[in-house]
């Protein structure tokens, strides 16, 4: 198995007047190519922050990071941009799609920076709304589906591209226990038919289960990794 993320001793500090915080404290990790993996841990711990970094939202203070082969803390913002529309898809907790837009257009959107046709991004569009479950509802606007239908959305748009790898931050936060099974089989299902590799910031137990490894956070430290068996051993014995 080959990695598609790797992380080198990776830190990023926040400056706060006089007080430095270290939202990630000295993280090494690799992820292969296909693996579905969670980052797990408390609020502040620096799940979002390292989530961040490794889809090249933003940049460590110090170390180095990898997709695939290539290193991504030292591109400059417009080949960042670049990398980002090729190779990684962003899920967010609060959706984020344009509100003036329709849905069939929000998932098109990220399409129109590849240089596809019209028409072959309007077929692509609608082909990953039908797969995510909103034939009847590619005319809508956010305002007028529900968060659960809304997030359906986000992760149509998320694949649209066909990206390497799939970056979720608490993808299922503001869902229904329900809809957030929908939405992890949803999620997995897509990944692993196209063999892309998935990292799932998560609070929920039923999330971590669908996962190969699940990395529990800890002041922004890697506390420790557990295996999806694991996990359930410790809910069957618990
Ligand atoms: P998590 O996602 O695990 O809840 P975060 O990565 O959002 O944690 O935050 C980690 C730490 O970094 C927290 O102490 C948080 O307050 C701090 N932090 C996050 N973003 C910023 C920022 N933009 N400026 C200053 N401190 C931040
Ligand atoms: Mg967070």
């Known amino acids: 198995m080959s990695a598609i993320i790797t992380l080198d001793n990776v830190y990023r500090v926040y400056r706060m007047g006089h007080e430095k915080i270290m939202a990630v404290n000295g993280i090494s990790l690799e992820i292969n190519e296909g693996e579905i993996c969670c980052l797990k841990g408390p609020s502040g711990s620096g799940k979002s922050t390292l989530l961040h970094l490794m889809a090249g939202l933003d940049k460590p203070s110090k170390g180095s990071i990898h997709i695939g082969k290539t290193r991504i803390d030292t591109l400059n913002e417009n080949q ?11 899920i967010f907790q609060s959706y984020y799609l344009i509100p003036t837009l329709t849905a069939l257009e929000n998932v098109a959107i990220p399409l129109t920076f590849s240089g596809m046709p019209k028409s072959k991004r309007i077929k692509r569009a609608k082909e990953l709304l039908e797969a995510v479950g909103l034939k009847d509802r590619m005319k809508h606007k956010p305002t007028e589906m529900s968060g659960g239908q809304q997030q359906r959305v986000s992760i149509a748009r998320a694949f649209a591209n066909n990206p390497k790898v799939i970056f979720a931050d608490e993808p299922t936060g503001n869902l229904d226990t329900a809809t957030t099974f929908e939405m992890m ?6 990944a692993k038919h196209f063999n892309q590799t998935l990292v799932i910031v998560t609070h929920d137990d039923e999330i971590s289960g669908y996962a190969s490894r699940i990395f529990m956070i800890r002041d922004g430290k890697i506390e420790k990794i557990l295996n999806g068996r694991d996990q359930q051993d410790e809910k069957m014995d618990a």
């Open 185 to 190: 089989n949803l999620m997995t299902n897509l």
């Open 80 to 90: 960042l941009a670049v990398f980002r529309q090729k190779y990684i898809g962003f």
